[in-house]
């Protein structure tokens, strides 16, 4: 990474690797340097703000740098042409910094258990236990946190805060999934800073249908069938900078991502078996809530689900039904009428016959729970079915 300020063309020139961003200062102008006439002594500060400044009431929405920083130049002259580096470059006041890039995966606080992996926050560190079969801190428990979804729920997870946007070169989606429903959303998140891009994952028509597009082209896999033989299956979505892999079971799919963004920057919440306003949500091939048990749901290296369980606030469970962590066939799929005008309407192609079962409860004291209009030969009619004081009748 290199900044440089040109102060006689009033420029900030921002360099990160092969990408190039100018901007114009407008303090900087001879014109309008709002009445500095001298040079000022300045202060360069290196991954974030000192506690003095802090106490001074400046504020900035980013958190200071946590990681390792090496190969500082500092230079300066009168002139772009003229930058000579400072040496040696001291410095005056440092604050928790420590010499040497620090992994503490390789101390005695990494506790991940044999097949997991470590990743290291340079202050801490956390266990990624992706396709080991073990949850828990340290990857050390052999089990699976497994959650019953009927139609009515999803799950969303907050992937960060508004404050700490970034952009992301590498990305991981997996889950396990098993259902005996077609037609319904597995997973979806999109986002609009960069370009409008959106990841989106179905049932559909018994197979997997995963749509994405980072800016600048749409890209499809359909991968499997018979998924809702209510069979467990594995779908993992893997983007690596400018390509993705699309792995179900045994069946895979690489695509090259078109144009030249390759990075994702989604908003903050991402949802899993569902969403809110489907309809609305580009890519799915579906608008239902998935019905059927979920279980190892990983974004990148949280395991959304256990998180869940475990009371994680940025994990949260969306329905009318209670969390169900345990794997029960779904055979009845309920539907919630959540307001008096809330209705099915239901075309007949047999004017002969008509043959309705349904079971049902509510709070309610008296309702019409189904109506139709009639027309016979003796003119127009009705029927309809009557709850009331705790009886059934039929008119």
């Given at each position: 990474?290199?900044?440089?300020?040109?102060?006689?063309?009033?420029?900030l020139i921002a360099r990160v690797d092969n990408h190039k961003e100018e901007v114009y200062l407008k303090g900087l102008n001879h014109e309008t340097n709002y009445g500095v006439s001298i040079n000022l002594m300045?202060?360069?500060?290196?991954?974030?703000?000192?506690?003095?400044?802090?106490?001074?009431g400046v504020k900035y929405i980013i958190e200071s740098f946590v990681g390792c920083i090496r190969n500082v130049v500092l230079s300066s002259g009168k002139a772009?042409?003229?930058?000579?580096?400072?040496?040696p470059l001291i410095?005056?006041?440092?604050?928790?910094?420590?010499?040497?890039?620090?992994?503490?995966?390789?101390?005695?606080?990494?506790?991940?258990?044999?097949?997991?992996?470590?990743?290291?926050?340079?202050?801490?560190?956390?266990c990624d236990c992706f396709g080991t079969k073990y949850e828990g801190e340290h990857c050390d428990i052999y089990t699976a946190t497994v959650l019953t979804l009927r139609g009515s729920s999803y799950v969303s997870y907050r992937i960060y805060d508004w404050k700490d946007r970034i952009h992301s070169s590498v990305t991981r989606i997996s889950m396990m999934f098993k259902t005996n429903y077609d037609d319904s959303a597995l997973f979806y998140a999109s986002g609009e800073s960069l370009k409008p891009q959106y990841i989106a994952a179905s049932v559909k028509n018994h197979s997997a249908?995963?749509?994405?597009?980072?800016?600048?082209?749409?890209?499809?896999?359909?991968?499997?069938?018979?998924?809702?033989?209510?069979?467990?299956?594995?779908?993992?979505?893997?983007?690596?900078?400018?390509?993705?892999?699309?792995?179900l079971d045994d069946h895979l799919k690489i695509m090259e991502i078109p144009g030249e963004v390759h990075n994702l920057l989604f908003d903050p919440e991402i949802y899993f078996g569902g969403g809110p306003n489907l309809s609305k949500r580009k890519g799915l091939a579906s608008n239902n809530n998935f019905v059927g048990s979920l279980k190892y749901v990983f974004y990148n290296d949280i395991s959304v689900?256990?998180?869940?369980?475990?009371?994680?606030?940025?994990?949260?469970?969306?329905?009318?039904?209670?969390?169900?962590?345990?794997?029960s066939e779904v055979n009845v799929i309920p539907i919630t009428f959540s307001y008096a005008k809330s209705h099915i309407w239901w075309p007949m192609s047999n004017v002969h016959t008509l043959d309705l079962k349904f079971d049902f409860k509510s709070s309610k004291a008296t309702a019409v729970l189904a109506y139709s209009e009639v027309k016979t030969s003796e003119g127009l009619g009705f029927w309809e079915i009557r709850l009331a004081t705790d009886r059934l009748s039929f008119e």
């Open positions: 990474m290199q900044v440089r300020i040109d102060v006689h063309g009033a420029r300045s202060v360069v500060l290196v991954g974030g703000l000192s506690s003095e400044e802090k106490l001074h772009a042409s003229d930058l000579l580096p400072i040496t410095a005056t006041k440092h604050e928790n910094v420590k010499e040497g890039c620090r992994n503490m995966c390789h101390t005695r606080q990494n506790l991940c258990f044999k097949g997991s992996r470590c990743i290291n926050h340079y202050y801490d560190i956390s249908y995963i749509e994405m597009d980072f800016g600048d082209g749409v890209m499809t896999a359909v991968l499997g069938q018979d998924l809702t033989k209510h069979y467990w299956h594995n779908l993992t979505i893997f983007h690596d900078r400018n390509q993705v892999t699309a792995i689900l256990f998180e869940l369980k475990k009371g994680n606030p940025k994990v949260h469970y969306i329905g009318v039904l209670e969390e169900e962590f345990t794997e």
